[in-house]
């Protein structure tokens, strides 16, 4: 209950006699890079940060930050980050006004739409959205005054497959269940690598402490991975698995758990109502798979496939998760279906120590529609809509392909998918046709230098935070609010101002009621959404002024089971949605009978000190050996005569770049990786630093046609390239010098 929420558990109240405490110089609040909602110290002078460190008294983090946090430092004080709008010219670009810039944007806006058509007009939204507490709860007045049905995001080469089951299971597209990692004996991690990105749809600081505590209390941690990672280094097991064929480890576990009798009917049944009808026909689901079937496809000989599966079912507790190395390849939604009826027919689904559902304190599931998958299909891809977002692949047709519908201008909202999106040559050429383009960003990067105008919000030390987004997947619940830490400029604007006063001059016409509750918010900010937020919440008596003095952050308890009540379908079952999964068997059988494992495939990587393409202008996170890097096994590297340091020619479907490669024994043989982000090299870009590193982009190698048929999402993890060896001047002339032997 509420009283024991603020006096028992939570000492660390402001105003009581804390050492930690805030004052002119001390600053707590929670960091937004990633999903991680590590809490840190900002001890400054004025406006002078002296240093940023994580903060003990924090409930969620305890102290814990990465490197990246430091980052918010430098993105404060980057000379290259904009600081007022600036527009396009014939003679470069020009600093403009904001009510200029506002005013040119809605007139471009608008010519646009008036000469092609609403849906003329395309809007992405990137991941930084995410992350963005007024951005977040003002972005549907943006959307609904832009009124085009072109909508985009970095969802669908992301998390897609994980709302698309949540949807069908649980009946709502962020009802997402996430592992108990505090509590499990035994966690299978496959394609994710949080020691590097700090855990995603699964919101905890430390995981390198919580992993080795898994292990220190005779629990377990196995990682299937194609590359030995930092999370594989200190797990208790690591298996190689060949990219892309996770859906044949998944369906061979599936037909072991049936097969060793381990599925947990009851369990499941438990508080998950009556899945007993379905659950039987999962049974059959896997059937055709056995462990000896897919064990020379995967790499993953088929005992250690039945020994994993002893030991995940007979662990006191256990759960299994997935991410980005499976949810974004050719086989993400059967993938992750398969991840989670693992997870349900095992019986761990909302059991502690499994796969749970979070209970944060602003309940977006309750303030937010349910969603929907493939109500229309982009126009010339045919691919479907989830949520009224077309699949990003299918972006730069949209804009190439002439006939009724062609987008013709653009809005790119705190995005670069020149960098982050597949084939970024091909959607770079298409941004450089547009009629008109404003990007919402801070930087000019290779995708905001196609913008006739950019806007740019002011830095993340300048706002207020909440983490409306992740304490969703958190896996311990909590809450805090962080202040403002630096007064904005007079003249900088929030991108939630910059969201109400475009969406003020786009949509005159609005019904009253819209109009009145955006000059409400800007009149109040976005507080006073985030404190109905608060009190509409589980948390009863939770209000933003109780909040705010906690400024450590509330402790609201580990997770608790949430079923029945966690699922939002009319008759509070779970709905396994066979048939739909079903169908897609057969793709997978095609798999099966003609795969060809010669073939080198490419995957990607993130490093401690990354963050999507974004923070490579940060000088104390780039530093040192350039990470841009073909890995490849020694194996790999000797069939193509490759040596470590020289450079290597990769070539695609859809393009080529030329890196530098790392041998490592890392790397499954036969696969390659490269991360993502780089390639600042691009005419136009302004980041002194990130260009002085500029890399290679590993998107200009993904391909735009190689997606997930099921969901629409983008197939970026097992790419089919191939590698030459590019032979440097010195060996150039070694061989010209043979040559010459061999002619005299
Ligand atoms: N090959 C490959 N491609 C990938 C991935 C992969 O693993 N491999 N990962 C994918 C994933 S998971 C994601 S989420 C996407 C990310 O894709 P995107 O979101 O398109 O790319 P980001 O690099 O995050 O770019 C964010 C931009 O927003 C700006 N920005 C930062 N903060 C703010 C802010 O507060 N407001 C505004 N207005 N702008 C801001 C930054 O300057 C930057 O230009 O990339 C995807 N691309
Ligand atoms: N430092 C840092 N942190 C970040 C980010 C960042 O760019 N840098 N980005 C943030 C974002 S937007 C996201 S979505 C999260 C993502 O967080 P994670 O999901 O943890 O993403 P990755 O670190 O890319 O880990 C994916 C793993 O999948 C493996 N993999 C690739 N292909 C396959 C495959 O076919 N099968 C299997 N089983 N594995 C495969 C890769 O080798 C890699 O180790 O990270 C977030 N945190
Ligand atoms: S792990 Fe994420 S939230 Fe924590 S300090 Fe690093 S970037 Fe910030
Ligand atoms: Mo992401």
Redesign the pocket.
């Known amino acids: 209950m509420i009283k024991s929420i603020f006096n028992d558990k939570n000492k660390n109240d402001k105003n009581k006699n804390d050492k930690n405490k805030a004052d002119e110089q001390t600053h707590f609040r929670t960091c937004n890079l990633c999903e991680a909602m590590c809490g840190i110290v900002v001890k400054h002078d004025g406006e002078k940060v002296l240093s940023i460190k994580g903060d003990k008294d924090d409930p969620f983090s305890q102290g814990y930050i990465c490197p990246k946090a430091t980052a918010l430092q430098d993105l404060h004080e980057d000379p290259d980050r904009l600081r007022h709008p600036i527009e396009r010219t014939s003679d470069g670009w020009k600093k403009i006004s904001w009510d200029e810039a506002l005013d040119k944007v809605a007139a471009g806006i608008k010519s646009v739409q008036k000469k092609y058509g609403k849906n003329a007009f395309g809007v992405y939204l ?3 959205n995410v ?2 507490l007024g ?1 977040m709860l003002t972005i549907k007045h943006l959307l609904g005054s832009v009124k085009t049905r072109s909508r985009f995001s ?1 969802t669908s ?2 998390q897609l497959p994980h709302h698309i089951i949540s949807l069908h299971l649980f009946g709502h597209m962020l009802r997402i269940p996430v592992p108990d990692v505090n509590r499990t004996q035994h966690m299978l991690i496959i394609g994710g690598n949080p020691l590097a990105s700090n855990g995603s749809i699964m919101t905890a600081a430390n995981m390198r402490q919580k992993l080795k505590d898994i292990k220190a209390r005779d629990g377990k941690v196995v990682v299937i991975d194609p590359r030995r990672t930092e999370t594989a280094d200190i797990a208790s097991e690591h298996h190689f698995i060949r990219p892309a064929t996770d859906v044949l480890l998944l369906l061979a576990m599936l037909n072991e758990i049936y097969a060793q009798g381990y599925a947990k009917k009851a369990r499941a049944n438990n508080r998950a109502a009556d899945l007993a009808p379905e659950i039987e026909r999962m049974a059959d689901f896997a059937k055709g798979y056995s462990a000896e079937s897919v064990a020379s496809i995967t790499g993953i000989a088929a005992d250690e496939i039945k020994r994993m599966v002893k030991e995940f079912c007979e662990a006191e507790s256990s759960v299994c998760y997935s991410r ?1 190395g499976v949810s ?1 390849q050719e086989f993400g939604l059967l993938s992750q279906y398969l991840v989670m009826i693992i997870n349900i027919v095992t019986g761990r689904l909302d059991e502690i120590g499994g796969l749970m559902f979070p209970n944060p304190a602003v309940n977006v599931v309750q303030n937010t529609g349910p969603g929907y998958l493939g109500k229309r299909h982009s126009r010339v891809s045919n691919l479907p809509d989830f949520n009224g977002e077309y699949p990003v692949v299918a972006m730069a047709d949209e804009m190439l392909e002439e006939g009724e519908g062609q987008l013709k201008g653009f809005m790119c ?5 020149v ?3 597949p084939n970024g040559e091909k959607l770079d050429k298409a941004f450089a046709e547009l009629e008109f383009m404003v990007s ?4 000019v ?1 290779e ?2 230098r196609h913008a006739n105008i950019i806007l740019p ?1 002011v830095s ?1 030390l300048e706002r207020d935070h909440y983490d409306v987004t992740f304490n969703g997947f958190a896996t311990h619940n909590v809450a805090k609010y962080s202040p403002v830490l630096f007064t904005k400029p007079k003249d900088a604007k929030h ?1 939630w101002q910059i969201y109400l006063e475009l969406a003020e001059r786009l949509d005159k016409k609005a019904p009253l009621a819209t109009k009145a509750e955006r000059k409400l918010i800007q009149k109040l900010g976005p507080q006073f959404v985030l404190d109905q937020g608060l009190r509409r919440g589980p948390y009863y008596g939770l209000t933003l002024r109780k909040l705010k003095k906690y400024s450590h952050g509330i402790d609201l308890g580990p997770l608790k089971p949430m079923l029945p009540e966690a699922i939002k379908h009319k008759d509070q079952q779970i709905n396994l949605n066979v048939d739909f999964y079903e169908a897609d068997l057969a793709r997978v059988s095609d798999v099966m009978t003609s795969y060809d494992d010669s073939q080198i495939l490419l995957i ?1 990587r ?1 490093h401690v000190r990354s ?4 923070l490579h202008n940060s000088h104390r996170l780039t530093k040192g050996k350039s990470r841009c890097t073909l890995m490849l096994h020694p194996d790999t590297a000797k069939a193509h005569d490759i040596k470590d340091g020289k450079e290597v020619k990769v070539t695609s479907r859809v393009g080529v770049v030329t890196i530098v490669a790392e041998v490592t024994d890392e790397l499954m043989p036969g696969v390659v990786s490269i991360p ?2 780089f390639g600042h090299g691009r005419k136009g870009v302004k980041q002194k630093i990130a260009q002085s590193n500029a890399g290679v982009s ?2 200009d190698l ?1 391909d735009d046609t190689l997606i997930d048929k099921l969901s629409g999402n983008a197939a ?1 993890n097992g790419v089919p390239v191939t590698l030459q060896a590019v032979a440097s001047a010195e060996e150039d002339n070694e061989t010209t010098a043979i040559n010459d032997k061999v002619v005299a």
């Open positions: 990137g991941n930084p992350h963005n951005g970095a080469i992301d980005m974004v909202v705190a995005g670069n998918p960098l982050s999106t919402f960003d801070y930087y990067t995708t905001s919000p993340a991108d990607g993130r963050n999507n393409s974004w993502h982000g590993v998107n993904t970026v």
